[in-house]
């Protein structure tokens, strides 16, 4: 499936450019893009903080680089695909950065105006995108399929992604420890077989109670909001980055792995009850808490 996706994202993300260059031709497209200056920075330093130490901790803190890294059974080969990653993941960081700033600048100014209130405002991108249609009846609507297709493709990537990592840490991490084995080569067959049922298993349970959840935070109105909902997701799991940082220094330090594991619980638990609750109360309120406002 990941070789399938990444072959559908390749062919979506070259369809965007004819697209966008055939909307360039409509607009003025250099009038409204901010000149290359201190621009930059005017996202706020909070931004661009929480956009440093998410971008730099990840790697740290994700489940599915580290099982990609044991995977290859190679520190040097892992070395390697960081670094590889690292150069292509900057050019599309530029490059779909300026696509966004085009976007924003060009194309959802007339979204609220010329598609009859059916702009979400990036609540449901796949429907938003699609109004580029009405906006631009030239445009293939072969190419729009093709990248919302690789839309859909890089969703699933995703969601494939932290299924499969959460079920093999459900399995490697809990049940084999409740069941005192200590690598997958101590088992049985049968005990083989059994605990891939379960992870199986596992996977489709979660991903039908992600599904429901996503139905009732979509009921309750939580994801008119995404990009705020998109980083409190994701700052849950830095609750891993002091115990991996920690793990630097073990040999001078000694920690009860209790402490340990409570002090991860307690900082999941912060990261919900604050991002939640701040993210509340940014739409009632923009009294600022310590200096920052609260969407911040």
Known sequence: ?????????????????PIVSHIASYTKIVAVLPPLSAHSFNIGWVNILSICVIGSGWFLVAMDQWQRTCATRDANRTKWGMAYYFVAIS???VLFGYLGMFDKASIVPAMGTTTNNQFTGGA?????????????????PLLLALVGIALLAAAMSTANTFLIVSSHSFVSDLLMTIAKKNTFHSLSANQAKGFLTVARSSIVGMGFFVSIAWLLFNLFGLLNDPLSFFFIAYSIQFALLAPMVYSRFRSRITISPKAIFAAICLSVLTALVGGIGFWIWSQHSQEKFLGIAPLD
């Open 124 to 140: 449901n991108p796949l429907v938003d995108f699609f109004l580029i249609s009405h906006l631009f009846p030239s445009v293939s």
């Open 1 to 17: 499936t990941d070789i399938l996706q990444s072959v559908v994202m390749f062919i979506g993300a070259v369809e965007i450019v």
């Open 91 to 93: 050019f599309f960081a």
